[in-house]
C-alpha cells in the first residue's frame, strides 16, 4: 500500500521539482540583473540630452536671426542683439551701415517706428534683449528702385508699460549724452528722446614745398595751412504720440527738432615766395572763418493697417511729411600779414566776405499697400513730393592791394520749386527655395526754377519708366543665391535744362 502511494504521488513530486528549480533559476537571474529569454542591459543613473540649435535661418524672401535662443545675449539689451545681425556692421560709437552701403529700414512687428529710426541706439539700450523674438532681414526695393535693407523687429509679445535710459559715451572726438523714455498704457502709446552731441574736429597741418624751374622770381615756394577741424553742437529732440484703433490699426504723430549750435572752423594759410637767388619776393598770411546756423524741423502723421500680427499678409500705409531746413552760412578769408617787392605779385588778392541763405522745405504724401496670397504677393505705392527751395548769395570782394583798390558785390537769388510724383508696381512669387520678384517705376517731375535779379524763369517736364527684376534661390538653410536687375537713369537737374547764359554779369556791381 505503502509502495503503491509512492507509485502515484511520483509525478506531483517530479512537478514541484521541476517548478522548485525553475523558480530558483529565474530568481538568481533576477539577482544578476537579467531576464530569461532578454538582451543583457545596464541601468544608467543620470541621462543628459543636448541639442543645438541653428541661430540663423534663410529663406528665399528673409534671413531669420532668433534672437530668443541666442544665450549670449543674456543680460544684453536690444541694440547688442543688432550686432548679431546678418548684413549690418555696428560700429563701437554705435553708427550702423550696411555691409552693401544700402540704406536701412527699420519696422517693430512690420510696423514702421520713427522714433526707432531716428535714433534707434537708445531705443533699443532701453529695451532688454530677453523681449525679443527674432530679428528679420530682407532687401526691398524702395519708392526710387534702390535695395534698402528692412530690419524688422519682431518681440515676444506686445511693447507696454514705462522704460527709460540715460547714456554717455566719450571718444577722442565726440561726446554724446541720450536720454529715452517710452510709455504705453491701453491704447495709447508715448516715446520722447534726446541727445546732445559734442563733436570736435582734430587740428590739422598740411606743408608743401615747390620750385618752379620756368620761373626766376617765384623760383621757390613754401607753405603751411592749419586748420582747426570742424566743432558743432548738436541737439536732437525726437517725440512720438499714438493711439491704437485696434491692434492692428495704428495712427501716430512724430515730431522732431534737430539744432545745431555754433558750428565753425578756423583756418590760417601761410605763403613764402622765392626768387632764384633765395631772395624773397612775397609773404602773405591768409585767415579764414567758415560758421553756419544750421537746424532741422520735422513733422510726420501716419495711418497703418496690418494684416496679421506681424503684418505676415501685407499692410496699408498711409503718411504725410513736413520737413524744413532753414540754413544760413558764412564765409570770411582776410590777409592778416602781406610783404612784397613788386605790386603786380599782389594785385589780384583780395579778402571776401560770402553770406549764404539757403531753405528748403517739403511736403511729402506717401500711400503704399501690400497683400499676400498663399506664394502671391502684390505691391503698390505712390509717392508725391513738393519741395520748394530759396537761395540767395551776398559776396563782397575788396581789392585793396591793386592800383586803384576797389570793391564788388555779387548777388544771386535763386527760386527752385519741384513736383515729384513716383509709382511702383510689383509682384513677386516665394516658395521654399525660390522667390521671384518682377516690377517698374514711373517717375514724374516738374521743375521750376526762377532768378529774379536775372529776370529769367525757365519750367521744365520729365518722366520716364524704369524696369527691376529679382531672384534668390536657397539650396539649404545656410546659403542663398541673389541675381538682381534694375534699370536706372541720370536725370539732369533744371539748371543744367536751362539754356539761359548770363553775359551781362548784371548781379555784379563794383563800387
Same mark, same amino acid.
Given at each position: 500500500?505503502?509502495?503503491?502511494?509512492?507509485?502515484?504521488?511520483?509525478?506531483?513530486?517530479?512537478?514541484?521539482?521541476?517548478?522548485?528549480?525553475?523558480?530558483?533559476?529565474?530568481?538568481?537571474?533576477?539577482?544578476?540583473?537579467?531576464?530569461?529569454?532578454?538582451?543583457?542591459?545596464?541601468?544608467?543613473?543620470?541621462?543628459?540630452?543636448?541639442?543645438?540649435?541653428?541661430?540663423?535661418?534663410?529663406?528665399?524672401?528673409?534671413?531669420?536671426?532668433?534672437?530668443?535662443?541666442?544665450?549670449?545675449?543674456?543680460?544684453?539689451?536690444?541694440?547688442?542683439?543688432?550686432?548679431?545681425?546678418?548684413?549690418?556692421?555696428?560700429?563701437?560709437?554705435?553708427?550702423?551701415?550696411?555691409?552693401?552701403?544700402?540704406?536701412?529700414?527699420?519696422?517693430?512687428?512690420? #510696423?514702421?517706428?520713427?522714433? *526707432?529710426?531716428?535714433?534707434?541706439?537708445?531705443?533699443?539700450? @532701453?529695451? !532688454?534683449?530677453?523681449? $525679443? %523674438?527674432?530679428?528679420?532681414?530682407?532687401?526691398?526695393?524702395?519708392?526710387?528702385?534702390?535695395?534698402?535693407?528692412?530690419?524688422?523687429?519682431?518681440?515676444?509679445?506686445?511693447?507696454?508699460?514705462?522704460?527709460?535710459?540715460?547714456?554717455?559715451?566719450?571718444?577722442?572726438?565726440?561726446?554724446?549724452?541720450?536720454?529715452?523714455?517710452?510709455?504705453?498704457?491701453?491704447?495709447?502709446?508715448?516715446?520722447?528722446?534726446?541727445?546732445?552731441?559734442?563733436?570736435?574736429?582734430?587740428?590739422?597741418?598740411?606743408?608743401?614745398?615747390?620750385?618752379?624751374?620756368?620761373?626766376?622770381?617765384?623760383?621757390?615756394?613754401?607753405?603751411?595751412?592749419? #586748420?582747426?577741424?570742424?566743432? *558743432?553742437?548738436?541737439?536732437?529732440?525726437?517725440?512720438?504720440? @499714438?493711439? !491704437?484703433?485696434?491692434? $492692428? %490699426?495704428?495712427?501716430?504723430?512724430?515730431?522732431?527738432?534737430?539744432?545745431?549750435?555754433?558750428?565753425?572752423?578756423?583756418?590760417?594759410?601761410?605763403?613764402?615766395?622765392?626768387?632764384?637767388?633765395?631772395?624773397?619776393?612775397?609773404?602773405?598770411?591768409?585767415?579764414?572763418?567758415?560758421?553756419?546756423?544750421?537746424?532741422?524741423?520735422?513733422?510726420?502723421?501716419?495711418?497703418?493697417?496690418?494684416?496679421?500680427?506681424?503684418?505676415?499678409?501685407?499692410?496699408?500705409?498711409?503718411?504725410?511729411?513736413?520737413?524744413?531746413?532753414?540754413?544760413?552760412?558764412?564765409?570770411?578769408?582776410?590777409?592778416?600779414?602781406?610783404?612784397?617787392?613788386?605790386?603786380?605779385?599782389?594785385?589780384?588778392?583780395?579778402?571776401?566776405?560770402?553770406?549764404?541763405?539757403?531753405? !528748403?522745405?517739403?511736403?511729402?504724401?506717401?500711400?503704399?499697400?501690400?497683400?499676400?496670397?498663399?506664394?502671391?504677393?502684390?505691391?503698390?505705392?505712390?509717392?508725391?513730393?513738393?519741395?520748394?527751395?530759396?537761395?540767395?548769395?551776398?559776396?563782397?570782394?575788396?581789392?585793396?592791394?591793386?592800383?586803384?583798390?576797389?570793391?564788388?558785390?555779387?548777388?544771386?537769388?535763386?527760386?527752385?520749386?519741384?513736383?515729384?510724383?513716383?509709382?511702383?508696381?510689383?509682384?513677386?512669387?516665394?516658395?521654399?527655395?525660390?522667390?521671384?520678384?518682377?516690377?517698374?517705376?514711373?517717375?514724374?517731375?516738374?521743375?521750376?526754377?526762377?532768378?529774379?535779379?536775372?529776370?529769367?524763369?525757365?519750367?521744365?517736364?520729365?518722366?520716364?519708366?524704369?524696369?527691376?527684376?529679382?531672384?534668390?534661390?536657397?539650396?539649404?538653410?545656410?546659403?542663398?543665391?541673389?541675381?538682381?536687375?534694375?534699370?536706372?537713369?541720370?536725370?539732369?537737374?533744371?539748371?543744367?535744362?536751362?539754356?539761359?547764359?548770363?553775359?551781362?554779369?548784371?548781379?555784379?556791381?563794383?563800387?
Amino acid at each position: 500500500m505503502n509502495s503503491n502511494l509512492l507509485l502515484s504521488l511520483r509525478p506531483c513530486i517530479l512537478i514541484w521539482l521541476f517548478m522548485s528549480l525553475a523558480t530558483q533559476a529565474q530568481a538568481q537571474d533576477n539577482k544578476k540583473g537579467t531576464q530569461p529569454d532578454s538582451i543583457p542591459s545596464t541601468l544608467l543613473k543620470e541621462v543628459t540630452v543636448k541639442a543645438r540649435r541653428n541661430l540663423y535661418k534663410t529663406r528665399p524672401d528673409v534671413i531669420i536671426y532668433d534672437v530668443k535662443a541666442d544665450s549670449s545675449l543674456i543680460g544684453k539689451n536690444s541694440f547688442e542683439a543688432l550686432r548679431n545681425v546678418p548684413l549690418l556692421n555696428v560700429e563701437r560709437n554705435g553708427n550702423i551701415h550696411s555691409v552693401g552701403n544700402w540704406p536701412i529700414e527699420y519696422t517693430v512687428n512690420g #510696423s514702421y517706428d520713427r522714433t *526707432v529710426s531716428g535714433n534707434i541706439r537708445d531705443a533699443l539700450e @532701453s529695451l !532688454e534683449a530677453k523681449y $525679443l %523674438k527674432r530679428i528679420e532681414v530682407r532687401i526691398v526695393r524702395n519708392i526710387n528702385g534702390q535695395q534698402t535693407l528692412q530690419i524688422n523687429l519682431v518681440t515676444k509679445g506686445r511693447l507696454w508699460g514705462y522704460r527709460g535710459l540715460g547714456s554717455s559715451s566719450l571718444s577722442d572726438s565726440n561726446w554724446r549724452n541720450g536720454a529715452f523714455a517710452f510709455a504705453k498704457k491701453n491704447k495709447f502709446g508715448a516715446t520722447f528722446s534726446y541727445y546732445n552731441n559734442w563733436r570736435w574736429g582734430h587740428d590739422s597741418r598740411l606743408n608743401s614745398e615747390e620750385w618752379r624751374y620756368a620761373s626766376n622770381d617765384l623760383y621757390h615756394a613754401k607753405s603751411e595751412y592749419k #586748420s582747426s577741424g570742424f566743432k *558743432v553742437d548738436l541737439h536732437n529732440f525726437e517725440t512720438t504720440l @499714438s493711439y !491704437e484703433i485696434t491692434p $492692428l %490699426k495704428v495712427v501716430s504723430l512724430y515730431a522732431r527738432t534737430f539744432l545745431k549750435t555754433n558750428p565753425h572752423n578756423t583756418s590760417t594759410n601761410e605763403y613764402v615766395a622765392e626768387n632764384n637767388a633765395s631772395q624773397q619776393t612775397y609773404r602773405y598770411k591768409q585767415n579764414g572763418l567758415f560758421k553756419m546756423n544750421d537746424s532741422e524741423y520735422q513733422v510726420c502723421l501716419d495711418y497703418e493697417q496690418l494684416f496679421g500680427e506681424n503684418a505676415e499678409r501685407g499692410k496699408f500705409y498711409a503718411g504725410y511729411e513736413f520737413y524744413s531746413r532753414p540754413n544760413k552760412e558764412q564765409n570770411n578769408n582776410y590777409y592778416t600779414l602781406l610783404e612784397y617787392i613788386n605790386p603786380s605779385y599782389v594785385k589780384d588778392f583780395f579778402n571776401y566776405n560770402k553770406e549764404t541763405s539757403d531753405n !528748403e522745405d517739403w511736403h511729402t504724401l506717401t500711400v503704399m499697400y501690400r497683400r499676400k496670397f498663399k506664394q502671391h504677393t502684390l505691391y503698390a505705392e505712390d509717392f508725391m513730393r513738393l519741395r520748394i527751395e530759396k537761395e540767395d548769395i551776398t559776396q563782397q570782394e575788396s581789392y585793396a592791394y591793386a592800383d586803384n583798390p576797389y570793391e564788388t558785390i555779387e548777388r544771386d537769388q535763386y527760386r527752385h520749386n519741384q513736383f515729384s510724383n513716383g509709382l511702383k508696381i510689383g509682384y513677386s512669387y516665394t516658395t521654399d527655395k525660390i522667390e521671384a520678384k518682377a516690377g517698374a517705376f514711373h517717375q514724374f517731375l516738374r521743375d521750376t526754377s526762377k532768378k529774379p535779379l536775372l529776370n529769367n524763369s525757365f519750367s521744365a517736364n520729365q518722366q520716364f519708366v524704369t524696369p527691376y527684376a529679382d531672384f534668390s534661390y536657397v539650396p539649404n538653410w545656410r546659403v542663398r543665391f541673389n541675381l538682381s536687375y534694375s534699370m536706372g537713369k541720370q536725370v539732369p537737374n533744371i539748371n543744367s535744362l536751362n539754356p539761359y547764359v548770363d553775359t551781362l554779369k548784371s548781379a555784379t556791381y563794383r563800387v
